[in-house]
């Protein structure tokens, strides 16, 4: 269902923090023991992304994070050729996709989409992740996809 | 809707100037100054005294406060200062409504809409750098190399194209027609630069599906509008150019984080789209010329299509280059050049482009223009739109 790597797809560029107000740590906590973390609310069961304080349907701060099964569909993709970081000027092109995730309430989540960085791109393709382990300080781990 | 709560036909913008426009990190000028000389622009043009402004309002958390200019102008009451919260120039047609709003209620009789930019001072948009972590938002989506402006709004191009079937054409043809109107003003940053078929589809990627040309520039300069009440209007240098309307809107969730959106495929523009035919008692057929902000072209379609213009079925018939130009076509766009060709002020150059287009004074005129229309910001979590019109119109 998943997978996880040590290589770096997209080297260089600035690694990701929990918010400082502690507000998505659990998701960033789970990549680093290759579980997908999401908020769903304790009051009327549905999952939100990206995350927040209150459950953007019923208004509750009572919301949970759980492990939801990494896989979902690409629902959108765009291939970056123009290096918009000085670490990516000799990268050449690369896949981001939009994914989203059925079983947990079509909540999308951006990644890069790993193997060929030419390979056509089909809407509604199958994908899982691919936990990203990275040495940082601290380490971190991303979430990245590839096709199924 | 009550006419005592809609300020339609008694707000007008009275006065519009700019810089020089400057390519990217070209201006002599510190960003204040250009916005000092935008603002001393616009008020030769509408024959007013600086020293009667006060109110501001600007967008885009513009550096330059208005304590500061009102300090430097030598205004003895700065009654009224506002900002718009929305992202990127989303703002342009807010700052126009906000302005009109605090003169409505009373706050403000002479409120300048501003904005400037000096990239080369301040840094540019669609290049980076930096080596510290990154948190809250931009930690979903900055370590897998999104990051730029043209990338944050890629992917609900490739959707829309996808759920719509809009191709590649219409894109191709708001290029064009941008460019071809820059050839007739001088202030144009791309004045004596043509774009041809050929040459949009050899342009490189930016990032897929957009090429180069599908994106606005990068720019230094500053442009201000000058509103107050239509009574005032009458006694002033320039004929006046209304506020038939001006809203702004996101939809659900529009602002949420990881490109979650409930509406993903939309310009933004539907709710605010609504209460400005509402608010102004139009139609879209009533729109005599139009500045649909590029930031993107694809975006452009959806706003165009989402204002009535043309559907998500004849998109690709309608928007051509042929419908496109301001010598003989139907829907003619972006009469200056826009975003694309005249210069990247965040949009408040379209804006200004509308009251031109009314006064009778574009270097594209469309013959007897009675109501144009100016839209900002496609696809942003807040986007605003506003309608220009003539005494008579109102």
């Excluded at chain 1, 099964?69 to 993709?77: C, F, V």
């Excluded at chain 2, 605090?102 to 669609?126: D, E, K, P, T």
């Excluded at chain 2, 200004?352 to 013959?367: K, L, T």
Aim: charged content about 20%.
């Amino acid at each position: 269902m998943s997978r996880s790597t040590n290589e770096a797809h997209l080297p260089g560029l600035r690694q990701p923090a929990a918010a400082n107000d502690g507000l998505d740590a659990p998701f960033w906590e789970g990549t680093r023991v290759h579980e997908l973390r999401v908020q769903r609310c304790k009051e009327c069961g549905l999952h939100q992304w990206g995350p927040e304080w209150m459950c953007h349907t019923c208004n509750s701060f009572e919301l949970d994070w759980v492990a939801v099964e990494p896989t979902g569909k690409i629902y959108s993709w765009q291939r970056p050729h123009h290096p918009v970081h000085n670490a990516l000027s000799d990268r050449g092109p690369y896949i981001i996709v939009l994914v989203e995730l059925p079983h947990a309430d079509d909540i999308r989540m951006v990644g890069n989409l790993l193997g060929d960085p030419s390979q056509d791109i089909e809407i509604g393709a199958p994908v899982s992740v691919v936990f990203e382990d990275r040495e940082g300080d601290p380490d971190f781990t991303l979430v990245q996809w590839e096709v199924t | 809707m009550n006419d005592d709560y809609n300020l339609r036909g008694k707000v007008a913008v009275v006065g519009v100037g700019e810089t020089t426009y400057y390519k990217h990190g070209q201006s002599p000028d510190p960003e204040f100054v250009l916005v000092l000389k935008a603002i001393l622009a616009a008020c030769e043009d509408a024959g007013i005294s600086p020293k009667e402004i006060d109110g501001f309002c600007s967008y885009s958390n513009d550096r330059n406060d208005p304590p500061r200019l009102a300090n430097a102008l030598g205004i003895p009451e700065l009654r009224y200062s506002n900002m718009q919260w929305t992202s990127g120039g989303g703002g342009a047609a807010a700052a126009v409504q906000n302005a009109s709003g605090a003169i409505m209620a009373g706050s403000a009789n002479v409120v300048v809409a501003y904005r400037g930019l000096a990239q080369g001072q301040f840094g540019r948009f669609g290049r980076s750098g930096g080596s510290r972590p990154v948190s809250g938002a931009a930690a979903y989506t900055l370590p897998y190399g999104m990051m730029s402006a043209a990338q944050m709004y890629a992917m609900r191009t490739t959707r829309f194209m996808h759920e719509h079937g809009v191709g590649r054409g219409a894109m191709r043809a708001i290029a064009m027609a941008c460019y071809h109107h820059a050839q007739n003003n001088p202030r144009a940053v791309m004045h004596g630069k043509t774009l041809d078929a050929e040459t949009y589809d050899s342009s490189r990627w930016i990032t897929e599906p957009y090429r180069l040309f599908d994106c606005c520039l990068e720019n230094d300069g500053a442009a201000a509008m000058i509103i107050t009440r239509t009574d005032r209007a009458k006694d002033l240098a320039k004929p006046a150019a209304l506020v038939l309307g001006a809203q702004q809107s996101g939809g659900h969730r529009s602002g949420a984080t990881a490109e979650n959106a409930t509406d993903y495929v939309t310009s933004s523009f539907k709710p605010a789209v609504k209460h400005l035919y509402e608010q102004a008692g139009i139609t879209a057929t009533d729109i005599d010329v139009v500045q649909s902000y590029e930031n993107f072209t694809g975006g452009v379609v959806m706003s165009l299509i989402e204002h009535g213009l043309c559907t998500y079925e004849n998109a690709d018939e309608v928007l051509t280059f042929d419908n496109l130009r301001a010598d003989g076509g139907k829907l003619p766009l972006n009469t200056s050049g826009g975003n694309l060709a005249e210069c990247y002020m965040h949009g408040l150059g379209l804006q200004i482009e509308a009251v031109r287009q009314v006064r009778g004074e574009s270097c594209n005129q469309i013959p007897d223009v009675k109501v144009a229309l100016a839209n900002a910001g496609p696809m942003v979590a807040v986007a605003s739109t506003a309608l220009y019109g003539t005494e008579e119109t109102a």
